[in-house]
Structures are given as structure tokens and as C-alpha cells.
């Protein structure tokens, strides 16, 4: 007989946010992985304005800020263009 694992608070916490989703996605979402990534990813993108969260009574909505999103991508991508960059030319210099 083999022993179940134990769920972490994260599973906990994403299996009872995802308590109307499909079976497939929940299990998905309420893995060990994909728990510990959207309990650290969710509020970063929250607090970075990609997902804005909206009150509609009692019941949340989130949408996502797309206009945002790709401002962040465009920050994130010159900042790794820039420390490439600074890598080459640091290796060059060796």
C-alpha cells in the first residue's frame, strides 16, 4: 500500500481558489509545482498591474492588463539584452 503525500499550504490554498474549475485544470493547478509558481506569480503580476482584480459584489474578476503585460515584456527583454551584453563584453575582455 503505498502512502499518499501530504499537501502543502500552497495545494491547499490554490485547490480551494480553483473549487469550480474542471477536474483536469484543478489537478493541473493544485500539483506541487503548479501551486508553489501561482501562489509566488500571482500577486508579482498583481503588483505589477498585469492582473487587475475587480469586485463585483462579493464575486472577484481578473483580467488581464495586456497593454501592461507587454510593457513589462519590453522592460524585461532590454534588461536581458542589456546584461547579455555586458556578459560578452565582460567574456571579451578576459
Same mark, same amino acid.
Given at each position: 500500500?503505498?502512502? &499518499?503525500?501530504?499537501?502543502? /499550504? *500552497?495545494? =491547499?490554498? +490554490? #485547490?480551494?481558489?480553483?473549487?469550480?474549475?474542471?477536474? *483536469?485544470? =484543478?489537478?493541473?493547478?493544485?500539483?506541487?509545482?503548479?501551486?508553489?509558481?501561482? /501562489?509566488?506569480?500571482? *500577486? +508579482?503580476? +498583481?503588483?505589477?498591474?498585469?492582473?487587475?482584480?475587480?469586485?463585483?459584489?462579493?464575486? *472577484?474578476? +481578473?483580467? /488581464?492588463? !495586456? $497593454?501592461?503585460? #507587454? $510593457? /513589462?515584456?519590453? !522592460?524585461? &527583454? @532590454?534588461?536581458? !539584452? $542589456?546584461?547579455?551584453?555586458?556578459?560578452? $563584453?565582460?567574456?571579451? @575582455?578576459?
Amino acid at each position: 500500500m503505498t502512502r &499518499r503525500k501530504r499537501k502543502t /499550504v *500552497p495545494q =491547499r490554498i +490554490v #485547490g480551494a481558489a480553483t473549487l469550480g474549475l474542471p477536474s *483536469p485544470i =484543478r489537478k493541473r493547478l493544485s500539483s506541487r509545482w503548479g501551486s508553489l509558481l501561482i /501562489v509566488i506569480l500571482f *500577486p +508579482v503580476m +498583481v503588483a505589477l498591474g498585469i492582473l487587475q482584480i475587480f469586485w463585483n459584489g462579493w464575486m *472577484p474578476t +481578473v483580467s /488581464v492588463n !495586456e $497593454e501592461r503585460a #507587454g $510593457e /513589462v515584456r519590453e !522592460e524585461v &527583454r @532590454h534588461k536581458l !539584452e $542589456e546584461r547579455t551584453a555586458q556578459a560578452a $563584453e565582460s567574456w571579451n @575582455h578576459k
